[in-house]
């Protein structure tokens, strides 16, 4: 069965880095998510793409985020310049076509920000 | 704004128990997910409801859209559902289609 891969499975960055978080979504898919869970808290909306652009972005997404489809398989995230806070699970999700719901999700990748 | 609330937070049954998760949410939806996280924190998708029941094994999800409420029952609990249970729902309306999640239910089922 086709699956959202996502790497790394773990990455630790020092604070004021620059970090890309990798997603492979399922290649027929057209609408792509990504999501953030703060270790103890609620999973949250940071943004998402249709069509090689944003289509909506939480408050959480601001000018320290990016998100790219460069060769139209990779999705990726990109935090210019890591805080502290940004330590999080960050997933990774799609959807199929524009009459579907059903989003698949990636197995994360947990940032740790020292 | 969107809120999707679950209870309990926290449930332990005995192995063998049935067990009921609920979840209600404060606007119109497309669509809900009944999500499950594991202790390593993927997330796997268990159903995605918009209207009626769906049965998948041991679990069953319900869903009143005039009520706004869903639940998750649980049949002949097993050590190995042992999980976080997770509610999310798609606002209707927008096109991007992102997902409000609830808080989770820690679900611990003891041999």
Redesign the interface.
Do not use: C, D, N, W
């Given at each position: 069965e086709p699956e959202v891969t996502q790497t790394p499975s773990h990455q630790v960055t020092q604070m004021g880095q620059e970090v890309i978080l990798r997603c492979v979504p399922i290649s027929n898919h057209l609408?792509f998510?990504w999501?953030r869970?703060i270790l103890g808290?609620?999973?949250?909306?940071l943004v998402?793409f249709?069509n090689n652009e944003i289509?909506?972005k939480s408050e959480i997404f601001d000018d320290q985020f990016s998100v790219e489809r460069p060769d139209g398989s990779n999705f990726t995230l990109k935090i210019r310049s890591t805080k502290l806070e940004d330590s999080a699970?960050y997933?990774c999700?799609s959807?199929l076509q524009g009459s579907s719901?059903?989003?698949?999700?990636g197995?994360?990748t947990?940032l740790t920000v020292t | 704004k969107n809120e999707v609330e679950q209870s309990p937070q926290n449930l332990t049954a005995q192995e063998g128990e049935f067990i009921t998760i609920n979840c209600s949410y404060s606007v119109g939806i497309?669509?809900l997910?009944w999500?499950q996280q594991h202790p390593g924190?993927?997330?796997?998708?268990l159903f995605?409801l918009?209207s009626g029941k769906k049965k998948h094994g041991r679990l069953i999800a319900t869903i009143n859209i005039q009520e706004k409420h869903s639940s998750l029952h649980i049949t002949a609990s097993h050590p190995r559902d042992s999980a976080v249970y997770?509610c999310?729902v798609?606002a209707s309306g927008?096109?991007?289609?992102?997902?409000?999640?609830?808080?989770?239910t820690q679900l611990t089922v003891l041999p």
């Open positions: 609408y998510y999501y869970q808290q609620k999973v949250e909306f998402s249709y289509s909506e699970m997933f999700a959807i719901y059903e989003q698949y999700f197995p994360g947990r | 497309s669509a997910h999500l924190g993927g997330i796997v998708s995605m918009s997770i999310a798609i927008g096109s991007a289609r992102q997902l409000t999640f609830g808080s989770g």
